[in-house]
T-cell receptor
């Protein structure tokens, strides 16, 4: 079993829909949770960073962490074609520790 | 957000050539830099972790003599692929981080060895 599980998709939704992306993990020592967006042939771009259970909102993005269930989510509201990319979740035990990555979910927003 | 610059973005060279890739953190001092390799449609694979002024820590299966890492300052790390062969062709990405801050990534280097 992988430490971090993420459905690779692809996930295809119409423009304007709410997108829900998820990861589950097995190591209860993870304390830091990140979501990165990666466009083709580019490096990952940090979207959200949190270290506590609960919700964190930034514009159209909401990150949710449930440590009791070992489950994290990223919600994208009012999705746009420009949101089409691969979304990677990543976790760490402490703030400067190596990241453990999900497989990445390919998201396609159809105009 | 923080800016990490990686150069060059694309390299095409002959087998046996050594290739140097630079990673710079432009607006913060990175105590730690990471080098990753990514194959098509796969997630990032950590190759090594480097701290300024000390030797890099390589992940299992990564040849330290093949992939030389130098982290001479808090803003610059370099990865040199020595005597590159076609199987070294890949997408190489660096990231920079510091205490209590998430890693920020460069835009990657696409390396093609002919």
């Amino acid at each position: 079993q992988k430490e971090v599980e993420q459905d690779p998709g692809p996930l295809s939704v119409p423009e304007g829909a709410i997108v829900s992306l998820n990861c589950t993990y097995s190591n209860s020592a993870f304390q830091y949770f990140m979501w990165y967006r990666q466009y083709s042939r580019k490096g990952p771009e940090l979207l959200m960073y949190t270290y506590s259970s609960g919700n964190k909102e930034d514009g159209r993005f909401t990150a949710q962490v449930d440590k009791s269930s070992k489950y994290i989510s990223l919600f994208i509201r009012d999705s746009q074609p420009s949101d089409s990319a691969t979304y990677l979740c990543a976790m760490a035990i402490n703030s400067n520790y190596q990241l453990i990555w999900g497989a990445g979910t390919k998201l396609i927003i159809k105009p | 957000g923080a800016v990490v610059s990686q150069h060059p973005s694309r390299v095409i060279c002959k087998s046996g050539t050594s290739v140097k890739i630079e990673c710079r953190s432009l607006d913060f001092q990175a105590t730690t830099m990471f080098w990753y390799r990514q194959f098509p449609k796969q997630s990032l694979m950590l190759m090594a972790t480097s701290n300024e002024g000390s030797k890099a820590t390589y992940e299992q299966g990564v040849e330290k003599d093949k992939f030389l890492i130098n982290h001479a300052s808090l803003t610059l790390s370099t990865l040199t692929v020595t005597s590159a062969h076609p199987e070294d062709s890949s997408f190489y990405i660096c990231s920079a981080g510091k205490e209590a801050q998430p890693q920020h990534f460069g835009d990657g280097t696409r390396l093609s060895i002919l």
